[in-house]
């Protein structure tokens, strides 16, 4: 049974809103799913801003009423992508608008392309989600189809220079990441949650890593 209506348009957020069973949903773009505990390369160098960026977490937390999805955005996730792209030498865009087709389109919350330090000619990409109403499964959803759609574009790199496209899902405190293996049209579900503060060490090691 298909979860989407052939003909009809969706955007990223439908996606959210339809609260779709996942391995369904995926079985309409043709890909699959496989729910597991993933272990990811992380990133091994000196992260100079970790500790300031601790601090202003750590002092928004107690200080900033996190109910809204601005406050959210701007004071956990915006610090830690912004560290990100200054490691990984990428840059950020954000709310970044996709068309692949009716049923892959939408704007993409946090989109972060970068070159590889070690050859120059490599690029990587990575995305990013933020759960609207804290709803993490959901999110992922809309996660993995924004992984499909990116697959998709002419702008990716091909498969020889990215194989897996990484993306996370982050309510702001905690953070789920997920892997979109582009060869055999499978998406890993990483059943890790990483909690902020505390894990910040190494969901900035991830992210970094996947954009190397």
Do not use: C
């Amino acid at each position: 049974m298909s979860i989407l209506e052939t003909n009809k348009s969706y955007t990223f957020s439908d996606i959210f809103k339809l609260k779709p069973d996942l391995e369904l949903l995926l079985e309409d773009f043709g890909y699959q799913l496989q729910r597991q505990f993933l272990t990811f390369n992380q990133f091994s160098g000196h992260l100079d801003r970790l500790s300031t960026t601790q601090q202003r977490i750590d002092d928004g937390l107690r200080r900033i009423d996190l109910t809204s999805e601005t406050a959210r955005r701007e004071s956990l996730i915006a610090p830690i992508l912004i560290d990100v792209a200054h490691y990984a030498d990428a840059q950020i865009r954000i709310e970044y608008p996709l068309k692949i087709n009716l049923q892959l389109q939408g704007s993409l919350d946090y989109l972060l392309r970068s070159r590889s330090l070690s050859q120059s000619t490599k690029k990587s990409e990575l995305l990013v989600v933020e759960a609207k109403q804290e709803d993490l499964t959901n999110g992922f959803a809309q996660l993995a189809v924004e992984l499909i759609a990116i697959s998709l574009w002419e702008r990716t790199p091909d498969i020889a220079q990215q194989s897996e496209l990484v993306g996370a899902v982050s309510t702001g405190t905690i953070w789920q990441f997920g892997v979109l293996h582009r060869s055999t049209k499978l998406i890993e579900q990483d059943l890790n949650l990483f909690s902020i503060p505390r894990d910040l060490e190494q969901v900035q090691r991830i992210l970094v890593a996947a954009l190397m």
